[in-house]
């Protein structure tokens, strides 16, 4: 007869988070870019006691459990407080996209209920538009302090943050409950119909930020200091605001500058040695650093996700500036990471090439994942590095129904991501396109993901993105875009005939567009169905 364990039984709850880093870790720095300019600098200790005097406010403001909470903030020590303050004391934070369409915007705060709105003054104007059709919402809380509120029209009070709190106790006792109660509510960008809402569990957010944690993945630890450029309004900034905590990380919030000199200027001053972002985040970067001919001198490793990291990008970090790139996988149905490479020692022997070459796919499944491909037919593909099917992923913290779904998404227990991938001999996974984005040509499959990372191989291009466009004799065909680095005078010809060198000759796109900028939407994605509703008509 199997028996139960004989351990103690204590609910993995955010609370227990910053309570952990205030008394470990309590002098442990976190330096936050204030939205009206400034730099900000406390403590975990200090985070966490405003925190508790956030959670009495909030009770004051009669929100039940279970109640969402609402944000519309950049990166920041604020928003940090309400995250731990809103989960911690039993109400559900639900980080909001400013991003996303207004109307968008309307529909996911009317959708998770919003009883409450807090937001940096940057986004005033967009409060002011929004908040007439938002009901629910019985109070808008300003991110600052009386001085930098700003007065916004139709709106009778707008509360501060720092009188909002200041009247209340330090000492605040977390309540105790089930694990799995809500803990956060982040939605989808809604490129394809309205925003989908994936439920945090606290148990899913706790697991997911232990695991990033640990050497395979992010390696945080009290020695690091980790900047994550990543929103934290984007799949809670893939839960690094709780794993640098549970580590004793010093943590950096950069605000609203995320531009490439802002970035290194306090990549510098604070000794990063850990980062996150998107792709086109560390374009711009590293655009920054080859103009003014700058090096870093403590950033180690960075983690990419969001979209397929280029291999020449990789190699700039990796190569050249001796960064390591962690590059990962997840969506907001995986509450943040859920593959991610990481050099082994096997790999020292290698060429950086070759190295690059196997950093540029998405990694094995970390710990408290699985995944696999299938086929049309749902059939399970071989792992060998050449089938290529639909991604489907598993675990302790993946989306199992959408918030106030009627069904669920799931294929016999498995997430069906959208995702073409193939996946080798050692699990190591490659994103090989979206399902919607690959491009089949004459019955054979082109990746616009391949196409555009040996795009922006050549030295002049700075941003690439291909898409299909119908073609009477082979069903689609590429279509290349790009946008030239300042000062760069490359044209089509020279752009294909590098492309020709590159790739099977099939997939040398048709035609290429020159563009100012390409259209980026509220994740750092480049926003193809914009191209296509553009430019996606039928070649001759």
């Given at each position: 007869m199997i028996q139960t364990g004989l351990m103690?039984?204590?609910?993995?709850?955010?609370?227990?988070?910053?309570?952990?880093?205030?008394?470990q870790y309590g002098d442990v720095e976190i330096v936050s870019r204030e939205t009206h300019g400034p730099l900000f600098r406390y403590t975990y200790a200090d985070c966490a006691k405003r925190a508790r005097k956030l959670a009495h406010a909030l009770d004051q403001l009669g929100l039940s459990a279970g109640s969402a909470v609402g944000s519309i903030a950049w990166n920041n020590h604020r928003h940090l407080e309400v995250y731990y303050a809103v989960s911690g004391s039993g109400l559900v934070m639900h980080t909001c996209?400013?991003?996303?369409?207004?109307?968008?915007?309307?529909?996911?705060?009317?959708?998770?209920?919003?009883?409450?709105?807090?937001?940096?003054?940057?986004?005033?104007?967009?409060?002011?538009?929004?908040?007439?059709?938002?009901?629910?919402?019985?109070?808008?809380?300003?991110?600052?302090?009386?001085?930098?509120?700003?007065?916004i029209e139709g709106l009778a009070h707008v509360l501060n943050y720092e009188d909002l709190i200041a009247p209340h106790s330090e000492h605040y006792e977390w309540p105790a409950f089930d694990e799995r109660s809500a803990a956060a509510l982040c939605y989808t960008s809604g490129t394809t119909g309205d925003p989908k809402g994936a439920l945090y569990s606290h148990r899913a957010i706790v697991l997911n930020a232990l695991v990033l944690c640990t050497p395979a993945v992010l390696a945080l630890s009290s020695r690091d200091a980790v900047l994550p450029v990543v929103p934290m309004f984007h799949i809670n900034a893939w839960c690094i605001p709780y794993g640098a905590p549970?580590?004793?990380?010093?943590?950096?919030?950069?605000?609203?500058?995320?531009?490439?000199?802002?970035?290194?200027?306090?990549?510098?001053?604070?000794?990063?040695?850990?980062?996150?972002?998107?792709?086109?985040?560390?374009?711009?970067?590293?655009?920054?650093?080859?103009?003014?001919?700058?090096?870093?001198?403590?950033?180690?490793?960075?983690?990419?996700?969001?979209?397929?990291?280029?291999?020449?990008?990789?190699?700039?970090?990796?190569?050249?500036?001796?960064?390591?790139?962690?590059?990962?996988?997840?969506?907001?149905e995986t509450t943040a990471v859920a593959t991610m490479t990481s050099l082994a020692g096997k790999h020292d022997a290698l060429s950086p090439a070759d190295r690059d070459a196997i950093v540029a796919r998405q990694g094995k499944a970390v710990f408290g994942t699985q995944i696999k491909i299938v086929d049309e037919n749902g059939r399970t593909?071989?792992?060998?590095?050449?089938?290529?099917?639909?991604?489907?992923?598993?675990?302790?913290?993946?989306?199992?129904?959408?918030?106030?779904?009627?069904?669920?998404?799931?294929?016999?227990?498995?997430?069906?991501?959208?995702?073409?991938?193939?996946?080798?001999?050692d699990g190591v996974m490659q994103i090989r396109d979206r399902s919607k984005d690959v491009i089949k040509t004459g019955g054979e499959w082109i990746s616009s993901i391949?196409?555009?990372?040996?795009?922006?191989?050549?030295?002049?291009?700075?941003?690439?993105?291909?898409?299909?466009?119908?073609?009477?004799?082979?069903?689609?065909?590429?279509?290349?875009?790009?946008?030239?680095?300042?000062?760069?005078?490359?044209?089509?010809?020279?752009?294909?005939?590098?492309?020709?060198?590159?790739?099977?000759?099939?997939?040398?796109?048709?035609?290429?567009?020159?563009?100012?900028?390409?259209?980026?939407?509220?994740?750092?994605?480049?926003?193809?169905?914009?191209?296509?509703?553009?430019?996606?008509?039928?070649?001759?």
């Open positions: 103690m039984e204590q609910p993995l709850l955010l609370s227990e988070v910053i309570e952990h880093a205030a008394t996209n400013p991003r996303l369409h207004p109307q968008q915007l309307v529909y996911v705060i009317n959708h998770a209920e919003d009883e409450v709105v807090l937001f940096d003054a940057t986004f005033a104007p967009l409060v002011k538009g929004i908040a007439a059709h938002c009901p629910k919402v019985k109070a808008w809380v300003c991110l600052a302090d009386a001085t930098n509120t700003p007065a549970m580590a004793g990380a010093k943590l950096v919030l950069p605000g609203p500058r995320l531009d490439g000199a802002s970035l290194y200027e306090l990549m510098e001053s604070e000794c990063v040695t850990v980062s996150a972002g998107v792709p086109t985040i560390w374009l711009s970067l590293i655009q920054h650093l080859e103009a003014h001919k700058l090096r870093f001198t403590t950033m180690r490793r960075t983690a990419v996700g969001g979209s397929a990291m280029p291999q020449s990008l990789i190699a700039k970090f990796a190569d050249e500036y001796g960064v390591e790139v962690r590059h990962g996988w997840g969506m907001t593909l071989p792992r060998d590095g050449t089938a290529q099917g639909e991604l489907m992923v598993r675990g302790h913290w993946i989306l199992a129904r959408y918030f106030k779904g009627e069904s669920s998404p799931l294929q016999d227990g498995w997430f069906p991501t959208g995702d073409v991938a193939r996946i080798d001999a391949d196409l555009e990372n040996a795009a922006v191989a050549h030295p002049a291009v700075a941003m690439a993105a291909v898409i299909g466009v119908k073609h009477p004799k082979w069903d689609e065909r590429p279509l290349l875009f790009i946008v030239r680095k300042p000062g760069q005078a490359l044209e089509k010809n020279e752009i294909l005939a590098f492309l020709t060198e590159r790739v099977a000759k099939w997939w040398v796109p048709d035609d290429v567009v020159f563009l100012e900028s390409l259209p980026v939407g509220g994740t750092g994605k480049v926003q193809k169905s914009d191209l296509r509703k553009q430019y996606g008509g039928v070649f001759c």
